[in-house]
């Protein structure tokens, strides 16, 4: 675990900022009651496998403990990079009354599939509030990720924090869509040039 993240709100400067979240897979040993790891490092808020809190937490499996935790901003979800999240829209829509934090997990640097969950978690669920990339990831996707939809980045333990902040002032204009809305410099030149 990280003690720090990059955090780089949609309306505000990207910053180092402490990590007060446990990542948990999610497994537990054999014939442990139903519940959240015991957390380490004297955090007390845990990021837990959306599969499970699909099988314990979802629909009629609702366990009071976890909910109760949940509401109190203790608990969020991360994805898997194979979690088709399409699939289950209804069990992500009731946990946005419940998720402080979601995160999409990178089990490689070359896989990008947690960027698609990133944009459709902004842009199909209208999820407002933190997004975090965990994993394998590295200063390299970190403007792609601010693009797509990420506020946050838990880096690869090996990347340079600083060096990954510096990422964020290398271009001023952005050709291509974003859900933090920058494309907007580019297009207002143009259309200064169509209007004249």
Not at 2 to 15: E, L, M
């Amino acid at each position: 675990m990280n003690k720090h993240i990059i955090r780089f709100p949609k309306a505000g400067q990207p910053s180092l900022a402490a990590n007060e979240w446990q990542i948990w897979d999610g497994k537990g040993d054999e014939g442990a009651p139903l519940n959240t790891p015991d957390l380490k490092h004297g955090l007390n808020k845990v990021l837990v496998p959306f599969y499970w809190w699909r099988s314990h937490c979802s629909g009629h499996h609702q366990n009071a403990d976890i909910v109760e935790r949940a509401n109190k901003g203790e608990i969020g979800v991360w994805f898997a990079a194979d979690d088709d999240i399409l699939k289950h829209a209804d069990i992500i829509q009731a946990g946005k009354a419940y998720w402080a934090v979601v995160a999409a997990h990178f089990p490689i640097f070359r896989d990008g599939r947690g960027f698609s969950t990133a944009a459709l978690l902004r842009d199909r669920f209208s999820w407002q509030g933190e997004v975090r990339a965990i994993g394998d990831v590295l200063i390299d996707q970190l403007l792609q990720g601010a693009r797509v939809g990420f506020d946050a980045f838990e880096m690869r333990p090996d990347q340079n924090l600083e060096v990954g902040l510096k990422q964020f002032d290398l271009f001023t204009v952005s050709t291509q869509n974003s859900w933090r809305g920058k494309r907007t410099l580019l297009e207002a030149s143009a259309q200064l040039i169509t209007i004249s």
